[in-house]
C-alpha cells in the first residue's frame, strides 16, 4: 500500500477522532480524495445535528460533490474510518467513485455498540417479513409520474 494512501486513511481516522472528542457524533471520519487533492471531508454528525443520516461518508460525499459542482464522483477514492454501513454503502455506490478503502471492520464497530448487522440482516428479507411495518400505497398515481419521467427528453440520468 503507497504512502499516500496511508496518509489519506490517517487524515480520515483523525477526522473520527477530532468528531469523537468535539461530540459533534460517533467515531467515524471520511475524506474522499480526486487527484491527489482532498476534495470532500466529514466526520459523524448525528447526535449534534439531529440527523440520523449525518454519518462521515455523507457528509463527506456532500461537500466533494458540492465542491467538485457535480453529482458523481468520478475518478475519486474514499477513504473512511469504518467500513460504511449499508445506508452510507449505497450512497457511495450512488456517488460512483473509484475506489473505497475503510480501516476498522464492521465487526470493530459493532464491539463499540454500533452493530449495523441487523440492517445487512433486513435488506434481503421480504418486506412483510421487516421489522418496521412498510407497504404500498397508492402506486397507480406514482406511476404516472414515472412514466412521465421515461419519456422526459431534457432530464439529466444519473
Given at each position: ?5 496511508k ?37 459523524n454528525?448525528?447526535t ?12 463527506a ?7 467538485l ?12 474510518s469504518?467500513?460504511p454501513?449499508?445506508m452510507c454503502?449505497?450512497?457511495i ?9 475503510f480501516?476498522?471492520?464492521r ?16 435488506i434481503?428479507?421480504?418486506?412483510e417479513d421487516?421489522?418496521i411495518?412498510t407497504?404500498?400505497?397508492l402506486?397507480?398515481?406514482a ?7 421515461g ?7 444519473y
Amino acid at each position: 500500500m503507497n504512502n499516500e494512501h496511508k496518509e489519506f486513511m490517517r487524515a480520515a481516522i483523525q477526522l473520527s477522532k477530532q468528531g469523537m472528542e468535539n461530540n459533534e457524533g460517533g467515531p467515524f471520519g471520511c475524506v474522499i480524495v480526486k487527484d491527489g487533492k482532498i476534495v470532500g471531508q466529514g466526520n459523524n454528525r448525528v447526535t449534534s445535528t439531529n440527523d440520523p443520516t449525518a454519518h462521515a461518508e455523507v457528509v463527506a460525499i456532500r461537500a466533494a460533490c458540492k465542491n467538485l459542482n457535480d453529482f458523481q464522483l468520478t475518478g475519486c477514492i474514499v477513504y473512511t474510518s469504518c467500513e460504511p454501513c449499508p445506508m452510507c454503502l449505497g450512497a457511495i455506490y450512488w456517488a460512483r467513485p473509484e475506489k473505497i478503502f475503510f480501516a476498522c471492520s464492521r465487526e470493530d464497530a459493532a464491539a463499540i455498540d454500533f452493530d449495523d448487522d441487523f440492517l445487512y440482516k433486513e435488506i434481503p428479507l421480504p418486506i412483510e417479513d421487516r421489522q418496521i411495518e412498510t407497504s404500498q400505497l397508492l402506486r397507480d398515481e406514482a406511476q404516472v409520474v414515472f412514466d412521465k419521467w421515461g419519456a422526459k427528453d431534457d432530464k439529466v440520468e444519473y
